[in-house]
């Protein structure tokens, strides 16, 4: 499975539904959660690319939820709450939310906000990570200013690693988004592209600092 555009976590099954289909109607992909405990799961076991993240939730609250995802990744947040005191909108920015709606909102405003972000965030060709620099429309790594020779796959693979900067990322899900379930391909060989890749980027290749190891779990770009 893909990196899901947009989860919404959502104790209101209604709206989260109500919304949902709106935003597939923008050719989004969209997931809901109605907790914060299954939207941290959903979003450590596939990734987004925008959270719409409701405040009041069962469980752990959205404040929550937005502090634990911001340890890990710079995913954009959306805050959503019926609350409108001043102290609960700072609350959420200062966790790290890139910007905040109130309930009831207008579905335009909502979908206004969204775009914006994406925009802001994703529409750019080019991805800068201190020295390497990822052209995405000609797909081209530079390093130094200076172009890389890279497969086909070690570019898919430094992209995937580098939008989710800080971020662990699984090895069954690495393999899965960038070979796919169908694959002839060994597991193995995604240890090999890192090495290759590590080869490229680093500066000292056998003491990586940006495509870093999580033993038992996967890799982390930092």
């Known amino acids: 499975m893909d990196m899901t555009d947009i989860l919404i976590v959502e104790d209101n099954k209604d709206l989260a539904n109500l919304l949902c289909d709106f935003l597939r109607a923008e050719n989004y ?12 799961a959903l ?17 752990i609250d959205g404040f929550a939820v937005c502090k ?45 906000k969204i775009k914006g972000i994406f925009s802001r965030r994703y529409a750019l060709d080019e991805l800068v990570e201190g020295n390497l620099r990822i052209n995405k429309a000609n797909r081209i790594i530079y390093k130094d200013d200076v172009p890389l020779e890279l497969t086909a796959k070690e570019f898919d693979l430094m992209l995937l ?3 989710n900067k800080g971020r662990v990322l699984n090895k069954d899900y690495i393999f899965q988004h960038i070979w796919g379930s169908d694959s002839d391909s060994e597991p193995q060989t995604l240890t090999v592209h890192i090495n290759w890749l590590r080869q490229k980027i680093e500066n000292e290749p056998k003491k990586p600092k940006r495509i870093l190891t999580v033993w038992g779990t996967g890799y982390k770009f930092i």
């Open 161 to 163: 690693l580098a939008e």
């Open 43 to 59: 979003y450590e076991k596939y990734g987004a690319r925008l959270l719409i993240l409701d405040i009041m939730l069962p469980g």
């Open 68 to 112: 634990k995802i911001r340890e890990q990744s710079n995913t954009p947040i959306l805050i959503v709450s019926a609350k409108t005191e001043k102290e609960d909108k700072l609350n959420g920015l200062l966790l790290g939310g890139d910007d905040y709606i109130e309930k009831p909102y207008d579905i335009d405003i909502m979908l206004a």
């Open 29 to 40: 992909t969209v997931s809901i959660a109605e907790s914060g405990e299954k939207a941290l």
